[in-house]
Every structure is written in structure tokens, then in C-alpha cells.
T-cell receptor, first 113, second 115 residues
């Protein structure tokens, strides 16, 4: 079962920031927070991940609360192409071997013109 | 250019048939996976292989048999197809480097319809 809780849907105006929340109150000390998204009819796409520090890359920013029980994915300037289902996943990152991704229901983000 | 490629993209077949889905990755990853996304859009892992060795088998019926001839390929063979097997099947691959980065990459999916 997924260890995260996300709102089922959100709307955002094009050009504005999209802030997608995720609760993971049972996260363990060795677990990272990962975000993926799935654009309609495509495979999931990695966005960003973090442990406890805030992270930023060319796609998004990830803000993790100090107690690590929740996080927010920020798309700074949402475009219509950002319309997708966004998944927040917590899991350990191990060196070697393999790790499965446990997907929840995600948040359906709709970016409106 | 395609990193993780699956064939075919669409597959329509009758109940009881046997079919295969092929997956290839050119990323040099050492772990490959099969995920299933059902009609309710839940995405769940089925299998994973690391260096051709089966690592994860998530209580999948034995009608499903993955085969990994080498690190770059992971095929999925399904015997005696049932209506409930209709879904989108995604192949994925990943790797681990010194920073713990994974490069988890999914293919574009194979939409299987059993009639």
C-alpha cells in the first residue's frame, strides 16, 4: 500500500505556480520522497526526489517539512503540458539491487488556459 | 534515441491466446521491471530483474512469465489470456550510482485488450 496521501485533484491557471501537497506521516528515517508524473497515455516520468533538504531542478522544486511528515511539489510556472497525474512516493534508496515504486492514486493536476 | 522501448504499443487478442510483449532499454541500466496499470489507473509492479536475475515477483499468476535474455531486454509472455488481463503494461529500468540516483525510466506502455 502507498504510504502517502494526496488530494485527488487540483486546478491551476497557466503561468501560475502549482503547489501539490503530499502527506507521509509514517515516513522512516531512511526513506526519500520521490515525485513522478504521468501525462495521459504515457509512462510515468521522474520529476525530483529528496531526503530532508529542499531540492530544485529544471522541472520543479521540492519542499520537505522539518519533521518530514509532508512535502510540497512546486511547478513554478505551470503550462498546459504540465496537466498530468502527479504521484508522491516514499521509499528507501538502496545502492545496488532493485526497488519497486508503490504508486498511490496521485493528484490529477489540470492546468487551465 | 528511445530509452525504454516496448513493442507492440497496442495488442488486441482473444481469450485463451498466448501473447508476448517485448521491452528493450539502451540506458545501460542493470534492473528492469514490468508494471501493470488497470482500468482504474492503479499502477502496480509485477516483476523486476537485476542482471537477468528475478528479484521481485508480486503474486502474479503463473500465466505471466518474464524472460530476461540479457540486461537490456525483459520480455513478458502471457499464457491463456483472460478478460481481466486487459490493462496497460509498462516496462521500466533503473540503475544506482554513488549518489543513490536511480534514473528510473518508463517505457510508453503496451495497451493489451482481451476480447
Amino acid at each position: 500500500d502507498a504510504k502517502t496521501t494526496q488530494p485527488p485533484s487540483m486546478d491551476c491557471a497557466e503561468g501560475r505556480a502549482a503547489n501539490l501537497p503530499c502527506n507521509h506521516s509514517t515516513i522512516s528515517g531512511n526513506e526519500y520522497v520521490y515525485w513522478y508524473r504521468q501525462i495521459h497515455s504515457q509512462g510515468p516520468q521522474y520529476i525530483i526526489h529528496g531526503l530532508k533538504n529542499n531540492e530544485t531542478n529544471e522541472m520543479a522544486s521540492l519542499i520537505i517539512t522539518e519533521d518530514r511528515k509532508s512535502s510540497t511539489l512546486i511547478l513554478p510556472h505551470a503550462t498546459l503540458r504540465d496537466t498530468a497525474v502527479y504521484y508522491c512516493i516514499v521509499r528507501p534508496t538502496l545502492r545496488g539491487g532493485s526497488e519497486k515504486l508503490v504508486f498511490g492514486k496521485g493528484t490529477k493536476l489540470t492546468v487551465n488556459p | 534515441d528511445t530509452a525504454v522501448s516496448q513493442t507492440p504499443k497496442y495488442l488486441v487478442t482473444q481469450m485463451g491466446n498466448d501473447k508476448s510483449i517485448k521491452c528493450e532499454q539502451n540506458l545501460g541500466h542493470d534492473t528492469m521491471y514490468w508494471y501493470k496499470q488497470d482500468s482504474k489507473k492503479f499502477l502496480k509492479i509485477m516483476f523486476s530483474y537485476n542482471n537477468k536475475e528475478l528479484i521481485i515477483n508480486e503474486t502474479v499468476p503463473n500465466r505471466f512469465s518474464p524472460k530476461s535474455p540479457d540486461k537490456a531486454h525483459l520480455n513478458l509472455h502471457i499464457n491463456s489470456l483472460e478478460l481481466g488481463d486487459s490493462a496497460v503494461y509498462f516496462c521500466a529500468s533503473s540503475r544506482f550510482d554513488r549518489r543513490g540516483e536511480e534514473g528510473y525510466t518508463f517505457g510508453s506502455g503496451t495497451r493489451l485488450t482481451v476480447v
